[in-house]
T-cell receptor, first 110, second 115 residues
Framework: QKEVEQNSGPLSVPEGAIASLNCTYS??????FFWYRQYSGKSPELIMF????GDKEDGRFTAQLNKASQYVSLLIRDSQPSDSATYLC??????????FGAGTRLFVKA | KAGVTQTPRYLIKTRGQQVTLSCSPI?????VSWYQQTPGQGLQFLFE???????NKGNFPGRFSGRQFSNSRSEMNVSTLELGDSALYLC??????????????FGEGSRLTVL
């Protein structure tokens, strides 16, 4: 079992729709959870982090964490073509190591 | 504020050679992590350094090594290169404060091609 699992996609949504990206992790001791966005040919950039169960909103982005289910999600509201990228879920287990999922490719159609 | 700087950006080596990659973190960041990114495996953790100490290491062979200097700059070395080492090597720096340890800021990467 991989430590951090994501559906590789591609996930295709029309412009203006909500994109929902999901991630599960295996280490119950994980403490910090992150979403990174990676455009083609570029490096990953941090867009959201969440530490506690529940929802965290930042602009059009909402991160959701459910530690009991070992599940993290990212919602992107009013999706724009500029949101088309690969979204990487990352988990820090507290051992000075951040593990990344394989990423979900998102396409937003104009 | 300057970002994470990696050099060289591109390099081509042949099998059996060795390579050294360099990373300068964001000023004030004392943690440096290295990752290997390939299309098939995604981002794989290599190692993490803090104050010149390796605090964690991923599942890579001993041919992969690294170090960190007192000014937080880091280098990684790959010896006896294999074709499968062709990848984008990414360095990331972090403040490494509590739960913010996973808030990583990546450099542009060093793309290694092994022929």
């Amino acid at each position: 079992q991989k430590e951090v699992e994501q559906n590789s996609g591609p996930l295709s949504v029309p412009e203006g729709a909500i994109a929902s990206l999901n991630c599960t992790y295996s280490d119950r001791g994980s403490q910090s959870f992150f979403w990174y966005r990676q455009y083609s040919g570029k490096s990953p950039e941090l867009i959201m982090f969440i530490y506690s169960n529940g929802d965290k909103e930042d602009g059009r982005f909402t991160a959701q964490l459910n530690k009991a289910s070992q599940y993290v999600s990212l919602l992107i509201r009013d999706s724009q073509p500029s949101d088309s990228a690969t979204y990487l879920c990352a988990v820090n287990t507290g051992g000075f190591k951040t593990i990344f999922g394989a990423g979900t490719r998102l396409f937003v159609k104009a | 504020k300057a970002g994470v700087t990696q050099t060289p950006r591109y390099l081509i080596k042949t099998r059996g050679q060795q390579v050294t990659l360099s990373c300068s973190p964001i000023s004030g960041h004392r943690s440096v992590s290295w990752y290997q990114q390939t299309p098939g495996q995604g981002l794989q953790f290599l190692f993490e350094y803090f104050s010149e100490t390796q605090r964690n290491k991923g599942n890579f062979p001993g041919r992969f090594s690294g170090r960190q200097f007192s000014n937080s700059r880091s280098e990684m070395n790959v010896s006896t290169l294999e074709l499968g080492d062709s990848a984008l090597y990414l360095c990331a720096s972090s403040l490494a404060v509590g739960r913010r340890t996973g808030e990583l800021f990546f450099g542009e990467g060093s793309r290694l091609t092994v022929l």
